[in-house]
């Protein structure tokens, strides 16, 4: 199985810096543009959790490529380094500079990338790569330098059902899990 860059499967970009955008003073409502943005908290197992959005007031426009859109993932540049796809339609969602934003290049399916991303095989390739001590922050060049291996498209999607399937599968025992602890507290207070 060959093995590509994965900056040749996808455009890679970083977030936008936040505080250059805020604004400052409320003073003239017709020049304050609303968005949100994703925080650390937001971004788990190949998900994007909306609740966990919070809201951006900049004082202009912010740039297209800063701006989410349907089929980009997001990946966290620091640990645990999780990446999840936006499987919703999607405006005004700004990326941070704590992230990375990439767009597959249209030969690779992108809930399939996202799945890769999370996958062992470049977790092990990003703990390699990463710089510093205490925090470990991933650079663009080196999200470029990641393997992966590559599989036609319609693999991909085949893969990407089976996974997608399997997460929700988890997700569900999940919830029984914890409609089966409340059910046992609910009987043990009316014991």
Excluded: W
């Excluded at 990375?100 to 062992?120: H, M, Q, T």
């Excluded at 001590?133 to 036609?152: E, F, M, P, V, Y």
């Excluded at 893969?159 to 025992?173: D, M």
């Amino acid at each position: 199985m060959e093995e590509i860059n994965l900056s040749d499967a996808a455009e890679i970009s970083s977030g936008l810096t936040l505080a250059r955008f805020k604004a400052k003073k409320i003073s003239n409502a017709e020049e304050i543009k609303n968005y949100y943005h994703i925080t650390l908290k937001s971004v788990e197992d190949n998900k994007i959790d909306l609740n966990l959005l919070e809201p951006l007031k900049a004082n202009r426009g912010i740039e297209e490529h800063y701006l989410l859109k349907k089929g980009d993932i997001v990946i966290k540049l620091s640990p645990p380094y999780n990446a999840a796809m936006v499987d919703f339609n999607c405006e005004n969602i700004v990326v941070p500079p704590n992230f990375a934003i990439i767009r597959s290049k249209g030969d690779f399916d992108p809930e399939y990338l996202a799945f890769v991303l999370n996958g062992s095989f470049v977790r092990l390739q990003l703990n390699r790569l990463v710089e510093g001590g205490a925090l470990s922050i991933i650079k663009k060049s080196s999200l470029n330098q990641i393997r992966i291996r590559t599989r036609d498209m319609q693999e991909q999607v085949k893969y990407a059902k089976l996974l997608s399937l399997l997460s929700k599968r988890k997700e569900l025992k999940l919830r029984i899990i914890e409609l089966e602890d409340l059910l046992k507290e609910n009987i043990l207070l009316n014991i």
